[in-house]
């Protein structure tokens, strides 16, 4: 029997979703946890890997056990009980045992969230820029992705992605209350890295370091060199998977 | 010369705003700050007590400097250059030397967060209660601190207020978003643990543990033993403090 698992997490305390040797991951938090509710050794395929320090508002995620579960809320219950505080799951449901987490989703939305101002609460969720950014020209320079479908210029080199092409859907900056801005980026799929990187070269665009033309070039360029620094881990939150 | 300070701190790290003789205030945080920047001792002067754990998104406090100075905004931008993350200098300017942080202050506003399913992201900044809570009911019991002058049922022992007589403005629970609903209460001033206790209590309420007749019957007694345990620190904020 296949069942989704609905989850959110704030990553700050893990080393991202994967698991990883030496490190705490976000998946074998949750395989040990259903491993020990379910008494049978449970694993599980993610939507796609989140990087360490990342949170994920929604992500989903599959697995497979031997028998049917009796009561999938039940089960959810208990594991947010057994699960720590910064894992929580929203809900399991069965589907047919072709349904897969990360293939079948069609559709993704992270959300890159960047405070303008010194904020006590928003440390661990959000990027710290206190210098001036011009919102109207990110924006600007964001319209070109939208016309954009090869995106080497923010791949992640030695990853293995078989392809850089992805369609975006949205790409657009956002003031959402006083000091906070959310960069909102759909596509069908992401490359490795790629969110933070083209928030890393976005950014330069609002402090003025690039123009948006200069943006245009470095994506026509397909040229990874030419792209700005990773923004930090802290602001980004996967926030949608669609199937 | 006197100048007023606008703060907002998380208050998870810290034993509350006033200074203790062995666990780190923010009030001794800031006040080593500005001494070290003012090359004087500056001690200020807070708007009132905020308990270990208690965030406040808007606090106001004064403090005296011998000579004028030149740049408030500058020495804001030092302060939080060396204030650590989790505190926040807004802005400072000068006042009169007979205008007081504390007795000045007409009216405050607190707010109480209750998260109602388990939520990564909140943990430090709500009280998470994953059973169910009647919010009409709770909405219902609140009103009656609106037509209530005296707290003495929700102020702790041995504190040393001179009078319980509180005149409140605002006594309301509102859904703010998925799973998130605010308490916010303003009044011309508050008696120390009264937020927490009232919320303890309406909490109760909430849960069907007590009817909005049973609640208004605690508040008329005048009798602190009857009153619920107080609602958890991280849930409270303080939000704004008018002059």
Not at 12 to 36: D, F, M
Not at 181 to 192: Q, S
Request: charged residues 20%.
């Amino acid at each position: 029997m296949r069942y989704f698992i609905q989850l959110s997490y704030k990553g700050t305390a893990y080393c991202g979703w994967q698991r990883q040797p030496n490190a705490r991951s976000v998946q074998q938090t949750i395989e040990e946890a259903l491993s020990t509710l379910m008494h049978e050794q449970i694993e599980i395929v993610g939507a796609g890997r989140t990087d360490t320090g990342v949170h994920a508002a929604f992500y989903v995620a599959h697995f497979d056990c031997a028998a049917p579960i009796a009561d999938t809320s039940k089960l959810a219950y208990h594991l947010n009980a057994i699960l720590p505080g910064d894992i929580a799951c929203r809900s399991i449901y069965p589907v047919s045992d072709s349904a897969h987490a990360r293939f079948d989703a069609v559709e993704r939305e992270y959300r890159y969230y960047i405070q303008t101002h010194k904020d006590p609460f928003s440390r661990e969720s959000a990027w710290q820029i206190t210098t001036p950014l011009d919102i109207d020209a990110m924006n600007e320079a964001a319209r070109v992705l939208l016309a954009t479908e090869d995106f080497t210029s923010f791949a992640k080199l030695g990853s293995n992605n078989t392809t850089n092409i992805c369609h975006i859907y949205r790409a657009e900056w956002v003031q959402i209350e006083c000091g906070m801005v959310v960069f909102i980026f759909r596509a069908n799929r992401f490359l490795r890295n790629m969110v933070r990187a083209v928030v890393g070269t976005l950014v330069d665009v609002g402090r003025g370091k690039l123009t948006p033309a200069e943006f245009a070039d470095i994506v026509a360029s397909r040229d990874l060199s030419r792209s700005s620094s990773s923004a930090p881990a802290a602001g980004l939150f996967l926030t949608d998977v669609k199937y």
